[in-house]
């Protein structure tokens, strides 16, 4: 077995495409490490963005900007590089590589060339915001981000409303309310999970329909990166095709909620952040773990 602690070598004239944090910076794999403190070039989409990173670990390489705009006189050079040996690592602002970024654009290019290149595996939007819904992600659709034509965005918004596996999309925090109120013409009674600033220390999943989601982020301005999750059309219909519980089931469901939300708050949450936490892992809306944070704050039970 080879001894993990055996830095690895890495080719020359190879590219090698790296997972990088999404948020906490502490979110990256040794591998990934030892590459860029190998590389001869790292190629960032922001390089200033991906200096702090490269900062936060004492590593000194030279940075150069790939990005839309730049992408094919800068694959030429990189492509240029790597003929010549070198080793050249690719990075997005966060996440893997070529998803939602200019990174595809070099890989089919160094397919046509023949030249190899290699993926280090790591942080994944799509994935951390899948599991955090609690949505089946056993089969599921990732849809990167939204068409800006509000037409055409209109029909995509009709696709995924049909689609029957849960859907995984990107969203820029000053579109937020735009895409929710379509949301809620479209998909009125769907359950989506709005994925905020994953990872990082104000981390928060709120699990509502898009109206209940509108009203909240009208009230509560969305900062931070976003990732949507629209729940599967079965669990939509079965949601809404279930007997509904009992007084009694209410009433031990509050009492959960109640004593997860006391939990949250003597691990150091604020109590706003323990209800979010705590309506996203209990079948309840934020607005109701809202209610019952402040019914605790009332009666002194919160310390």
């Known amino acids: ?19 990088t944090p999404i948020g906490n910076l502490r979110d990256i794999t040794i591998r990934v490490l030892d590459c860029l403190k190998s590389a001869d070039l790292v190629a960032a989409e922001n390089p200033e963005h991906t200096r702090k990173l490269l900062n936060y670990y004492n590593i000194k390489v030279p940075l150069t900007a790939y990005r839309e705009a730049n992408r094919e006189k800068k694959s030429r050079e990189i492509i240029a ?4 040996g070198a080793m050249v690592a690719l990075l997005s602002d966060a996440g893997m590589p070529g998803i939602s970024d200019p990174g595809f654009y070099l890989i089919n290019m160094l397919r046509e060339k023949k030249i190899p290149y290699t993926v280090l595996p790591g942080s994944s939007a799509v994935l951390t915001a899948l599991v955090n819904s609690a949505y089946p992600g056993g089969k599921f659709i990732f849809w990167g981000f939204l068409n ?3 037409s055409l965005r209109r029909k995509e918004l009709e696709t995924i409303s049909r689609e029957e596996k849960t859907v995984v999309l990107y969203e820029s925090p000053h579109r937020l309310l735009n895409t929710l109120e379509e949301m809620t013409e479209i998909m009125e009674r769907r359950e989506v999970a709005v994925c905020r600033e994953l990872t990082k220390k104000f981390e928060e999943v709120i699990r509502e329909t898009p109206g209940g989601l509108l009203e909240h982020f009208r009230q509560t301005a969305p900062k931070g990166e976003i990732t949507l999750v629209v729940s599967p059309l079965d669990w939509f219909e079965g949601a809404f095709s279930r007997a509904k519980p009992t007084e009694e089931e209410i009433m031990a469901m509050k009492d959960t909620a109640r004593k997860k939300i006391k939990e949250a708050v003597k691990r150091g949450d604020s109590p706003t952040a323990a209800a979010g936490s705590v309506a996203a892992i209990l079948p309840i809306s934020r607005r109701e773990a809202y209610s019952l944070m402040l019914e605790l704050k009332k009666s002194n039970d919160l310390e």
């Open 1 to 19: 077995m080879k001894d993990v602690k055996e830095t690895e070598r890495f080719a020359r004239g190879m590219l090698y495409l790296c997972a």
């Open 81 to 84: 590089g790597l003929q010549k």
């Open 148 to 150: 800006r034509r509000k």
